[in-house]
């Protein structure tokens, strides 16, 4: 096994090159990428919004608007068949699904059946979607009253065409703002995400992406001032528009558009020539531009309107023909009004409303902090781990760290090859496999030294450990990627960031551990022919220990079960800080202008905006603080427009950092999904440990993990520490990390019943915890130490993150000595099962079937 061959070696180390090459411009400075030659790889890791600052919003289709829409259109097309074909009728109307005629002679009522039949043809549903779909159906409920119903598949399809015409808009809207890289893309069936990262103006985002734009141009009706269509009625086909002036003046205008922005070509910000006022130029094409000339011809010194969202925005007179099919817009706009209004009309309109109903907003200064506090606890976790596992091993772990460098190399590399995205999740994720590659190199060498101590030669040890570790640590790293997998399919936003880059890990880890460290341990056999294994300062820590760990299994049970119960009772009394990402809501991060915050200041200008609940508190430094808004009842624009007045009534002195606003429905769809994830990983991770030890080691690594679940809920209850979407991912992260403990305890009394089959089974788990205790302490300091990095130089946004994933190393490391394996002598497990798994190097230790009893401490 410690043999290489020359084209492993190859491949191993242009493996690890080509990481490195890949890797690489991530350290460069885009200058420096551009000089080099083209046929370097340039592509540098995509940094998140919570890094690099930027806007995410969550934008849906709104139902109702399609509904209305689509009704209005099946009232007309009703009302244009029947009078092409001279059929007489009465109350035409509409109302939610449904539109209804009534036939005024009984002996058309069959011809009007005919004829209203168009509207409910089949029509293609779409090349991807295949095959046809009714739009409405034809009832006749009572005698010449007719229906025509619309269909939910119908208005289904009309919803999914609607999000592929607003994705194509909503782009080309975000293009013309000039922004790198955005990311716009479908969710589901009625959502559109989009992040742009940089973007350091949210609201005007928002206002670009989120306008209708639908811009259309009508007469004006001369029979009436609009004052008296105001204080009387309308005349039919006409109605009253308002301008957006503060008071808004009205307009009566005829109802049916002259021509509409469909028929623009071209629409740019400019400046009048007489009054250097900006304005929007626009350009119809050939037969909008017959249109328009042929109306302005007819009415020659008489006003019209140009409404955008029926608003109109400007009202002027007709003074001459317009011929040429190009005009302009006016109408007290800025220069940036001016160019966004040019943008929209660019654009097109968009065929339904977008609701916003998830925003996460990060000022660039935030994501600059950001990035820094991650370099800083990286680099601070990096050098304690290193100094650690050098103390430890010595030589050997100059070896350990290289393969260590070289797997965090792999991850970066392979994350900036498939253009995942990085967030502070994603750095506490390849923190958390630091921790678990350090675990595995831990398992090798504790097993190497193991053997070495049985007796067997330094190079039968070597290659004995190394085969005998390779199960442990595949298991161990199975459970933890069960966990990501699911994390991935079932989470959302950095949580999945969290997962990809744990998932990337674990993958890097079994391989650098199974052929880096093993070719650079062969290559110091081939070399150096040792006599003996390096020793470090703490080589002999736990090698003679002894511990009566069973003996203690009854108190262990009861503080366990106490702990459990109080946890659960704190719960359902006290309960959870849920985050906005559960309860919807807004979080709002402030930092003063200048000297500190005033927090009474803050929370006496925001008690008058009748907003319900607010909490306002210091976050990380006296210059920064933290609103809390609770969910609002009015719907899920009423989350913006609470931004919208805290924004208003603050942003004079503060700077608007970070916003968090999350509507009722996504609330409630992020818990569900959280729940999902967190019982699909148990039962999945149940499913393989049974697979591959008993039910017995399957039920206990169950109930040691739902032990160490429940204690971190009640963490969480008693420290009210916010539990958000990263909560999720610490808890399955702890799962994760439990079962690895647990897993490699387990692994051990598998093999050690095979070997002692009449030993007695406290004793027997006594032995297994004993020979696992050194590996278990040094990969919990390890795990430990680039944790505590992270909490302590991370930043505040990701303190409350790790600060749950420290407590579940230590709760996991306590379940899988004092939970996991005393509760296997509650099931009365028996070493039978496992006679027929004796290997050839088990069957040599027969003579020690009743073994050595351990001492007590």
């Known amino acids: 096994m410690l043999y290489f061959s020359r084209w492993k070696t190859t491949l191993i180390w242009l493996a690890i090159l080509a990481s490195v090459v890949f890797a690489a411009p991530n350290l460069l400075s885009q200058q420096q990428l551009a000089a080099l030659p083209d046929w370097m790889p340039k592509k540098q890791l995509t940094l998140g919004l919570d890094l690099q600052g930027g806007s995410h919003i969550l934008l849906r289709v709104e139902r109702e608007d399609i509904e209305k829409e689509r009704l209005e259109t099946v009232v007309d097309d009703m009302r244009r068949l029947l009078r092409d074909e001279g059929i007489g009728y009465t109350g035409l109307s509409g109302n939610g699904l449904v539109a209804q005629v009534r036939i005024r002679d009984a002996a058309n009522v069959d011809r009007a059946k005919e004829v209203l039949g168009e509207l409910t043809q089949l029509v293609n549903a779409g090349l991807l979607s295949g095959g046809t779909i009714r ?74 992406i989120n306008q209708t734009a639908k811009l259309t141009f009508h007469l004006v009706d001369r029979t009436m001032s609009a004052e008296e269509a105001l204080n009387g009625r309308p005349p039919i086909g006409s109605a009253i528009f308002e301008s957006s002036d503060d008071p808004p003046i009205p307009y009566l205008l005829k109802s049916r558009a002259i021509i509409s922005g469909d028929s623009l070509v071209d629409a740019q910000a400019g400046f009048d020539q007489r009054t250097n006022e900006p304005i929007v130029t626009f350009r119809f094409d050939t037969a909008g531009a017959q249109r328009f000339g042929q109306v302005t011809q007819q009415n020659v010194g008489y006003p019209f309107a140009i409404v955008l969202d029926d608003v109109v925005i400007t009202a002027p007179v007709i003074n001459e023909p317009i011929l040429g099919g190009s005009g302009q817009i006016s109408g007290n706009f800025t220069v940036e009004s001016a160019n966004d209004l040019a943008v929209l009309l660019r654009a097109g309109a968009l065929p339904a409303t977008l609701t916003v109903i998830e925003e996460r907003t990060v000022g660039p200064g935030l994501g600059a902090d950001s990035i820094a506090a991650g370099e800083t606890a990286g680099i601070i976790g990096a050098i304690l781990v290193v100094a650690f596992i050098f103390a430890a091993y010595g030589f050997l772990g100059i070896i350990a760290n290289l393969a260590l460098i070289f797997n965090v190399t792999m991850i970066i590399a392979v994350l900036t090859v498939i253009g995942a995205t990085l967030t502070l999740p994603g750095i506490a994720g390849i923190v958390l496999t630091v921790g678990m590659a350090v675990d595995s190199n831990v398992l090798i060498y504790e097993r190497i030294r193991e053997e070495r101590r049985g007796g067997r030669s330094l190079i039968q040890a070597i290659d004995a450990g190394f085969q005998r570790a390779f199960g442990t640590i595949l298991d161990a790293n199975i459970t933890t990627l069960i966990a990501a997998v699911i994390l991935f399919y079932l989470g959302s936003g950095p949580v999945r960031g969290f997962a990809v880059t744990l998932a990337i890990g674990i993958v890097t880890t079994v391989f650098t551990a199974f052929t880096v460290t093993r070719w650079m341990i062969a290559e110091w056999v081939r070399r150096r022919r040792p006599k003996a294994l390096p020793k470090g300062l703490l080589t002999n820590l736990f090698g003679n220990a002894h511990y009566k760990f069973m003996w203690l299994r009854k108190a262990a049970f009861s503080l366990s079960a106490a702990a459990a119960l109080g946890s659960l009772v704190l719960f359902g009394t006290v309960g959870m800080n849920y985050g906005i990402d559960f309860t919807g809501g807004s979080v709002v991060e402030i930092e003063a202008k200048s000297g500190t915050a005033d927090i ?93 030890f008993e039910w017995q080691f399957a039920l206990g690594a169950i109930i040691a993990t739902v032990n160490d679940v429940v204690l971190t809920i009640g963490m969480f209850a008693i420290t009210q520490i916010e539990f958000n979407l990263s909560s999720i991912a610490a808890v399955l992260t702890i799962i994760g990390y439990s079962l690895n403990d647990t897993v490699v305890v387990y692994d051990r009394v598998r093999e050690n019943l095979r070997r002692y089959k009449k030993m007695a089974l406290p004793d027997l788990l006594d032995l297994s915890v004993n020979q696992m205790l050194s590996r278990t302490v040094l990969t919990s300091v390890t795990t430990l130490l680039a944790l505590l990095a992270l909490y302590i130089f991370g930043g505040e946004v990701i303190s409350s993150f790790t600060f749950a994933m420290i407590f579940g190393v230590l709760i996991g490391t306590f379940s899988s000595t004092f939970i996991a394996a005393p509760v296997l002598i509650l099931f009365k497990l028996r070493g039978e099962s496992f006679q027929a798994g004796i290997g050839k190097d088990e069957g040599k230790d027969k003579t020690e079937d009743k073994g050595p009893a351990p001492d007590v401490a």
């Open 600 to 692: 009474g200041d803050v929370r006496g200008r925001l008690s008058n905006l009748n907003l319900g609940d607010i909490q306002v508190q210091e976050f990380g430094s006296p210059e920064h603080v933290l609103i809390r808004v609770q969910s609002q009842e009015a719907g899920e624009n009423a989350e913006q427009t609470a931004v919208a007045k805290v924004r208003a009534d603050l942003e004079s002195d503060y700077n608007i950092v970070r916003v968090e606003a999350v509507g009722p429905v996504v609330s409630g769809e992020l818990a569900r999904a959280g729940s999902i994830a967190l019982l699909a990983s148990l039962f999945a991770i149940l499913i393989y440990i049974w697979f591959r």
């Open 135 to 208: 739009e409405a159906t034809l009832d006749e409920p009572q005698p010449g009253l007719l229906q025509l119903t619309l269909t939910d598949e119908g208005i289904d399809h009309r919803i999914s065409s609607a999000v592929s015409q607003s994705i194509e808009v909503v782009r080309r809207r975000v293009d013309e703002l000039g922004t790198t890289e955005p990311v716009i893309q479908r969710q589901g069936a009625d959502r559109i995400l989009v992040q742009v990262p940089g973007f350091d103006d949210p609201e005007r985002l928002k206002l670009i």
